[in-house]
């Protein structure tokens, strides 16, 4: 069964951190996209909208993926850890119990671009050990689809014809799969999908045709269940492709904790407040 376009979510420019301007793409209050929490689009050549950054932060009970097109990403948490993510770099970062940590932006060449995504985590895996897995643009595979339209692979397994491409990220509780697909005008490309899967798709350059509906930069895509995505596009594109398995548990999210109770909101807040999140 091919998918469909069930509907559009048009991103909106916000703030976060200290000041940092953004386009919002999806938020946790929207319904009906589990396990997806939220979508952050950076994209800028002046530095004062962005240069603030994102100051000690913690989180609770999921995953957090940052993923940089170009410019760089210095993070540093409570635990130890830190690094800088460079161009074309992916962190995905399983909060669960608890870290605490600083993401300040550094531009290359003027110019700062990246993404970040808010996963769920099941409510057995919300109070395990935090764990980092961090790559660099050389390590994710990609895959042609003409001489000008690819797909990069960073996590699950893409299938195209007799070939399965798997990125490099592991053990994902929700089997996501997170691909970026530039297509060339007028190319087409068909992506077989999970059918128990959530599939969202992010443009953030030109257009796409779905199934006869357009879908413009700046816009998401809840797609409807079915077994096959053909994607065309009407003009040079590149967008994010999404695809997780529900977890179908209550969510309740204040802020950067995302939990399964109220009970448990309240004791995130008791342990961040008492310097316990993490233990």
Same mark, same amino acid.
């Given at each position: ?13 916000t703030s976060?951190?200290a ?20 979508l952050?689009?950076?994209?800028s050549d002046?530095?004062q ?7 000690d932060?913690p989180h609770?009970?999921?995953e ?5 097109l ?22 995905w970062?399983t ?8 993401e ?19 409510a057995?895996?919300?109070?395990q050990?935090?764990?980092y897995?961090?790559?660099?643009s050389?390590?994710?595979p990609i895959v042609?689809?003409?001489? $000008? ?5 960073? #996590?699950g397994? =893409? ?8 990125? %490099? /990220?592991? @053990?994902?509780?929700?089997?996501a799969?997170?691909?970026?697909i530039?297509?060339s005008?007028?190319?087409v490309?068909?992506i ?9 798709l ?10 006869g ?7 998401t ?8 995505? $053909? ?5 040079? #594109?590149a967008? =994010?492709?999404?695809s ?5 548990e %209550? /969510?309740v @999210? ?26």
């Open positions: 069964m091919q998918r469909l376009i069930k509907n559009v979510i048009t991103s909106r420019a976060d951190g000041g940092v301007k953004l386009q919002r793409a999806i938020t946790p209050s929207v319904a009906n996209i589990d396990p997806f929490l939220m952050d689009e950076i994209s002046q530095g909208d962005y240069i603030a950054g994102f100051p932060h609770r009970g999921f957090t993926v940052t993923y940089m170009q410019g760089k990403m210095r993070h540093k948490d409570h635990l130890g850890n830190e690094g800088v993510l460079e161009d074309g770099a992916v962190q970062m909060a669960g119990r608890g870290v605490i940590h600083s300040m932006p550094e531009q290359t060449e003027g110019l700062l671009h990246g993404f970040q995504l808010w996963i769920n985590l099941p057995k895996d919300k109070m050990p935090a764990a897995q961090e790559y660099a050389d390590d994710f042609n689809i003409s001489a $000008s339209s690819s797909i990069k692979v960073m #996590a397994t =893409l299938i195209q014809g007799d070939n399965k491409v798997t990125g %490099p /990220v592991k @053990n994902i509780a929700t089997e799969q997170y691909f970026d530039r297509l005008q007028d190319d490309v068909a077989p999908t999970k059918t128990t899967h959530t599939v969202l992010y443009c953030f350059k030109g257009q796409l045709e779905i199934a509906k357009v879908l413009a930069q700046g816009q895509a809840v797609l409807s269940p079915g077994d096959l995505l $053909s994607i065309k596009a009407l003009e040079d #594109a967008f =994010l492709f999404l997780a398995q529900p977890i179908g %209550p /969510v @999210n204040y802020g950067p904790f995302v939990m399964n109770t109220a009970a448990e909101i309240e004791q995130a807040i008791q342990d961040y407040h008492h310097g316990c999140l993490t233990g």
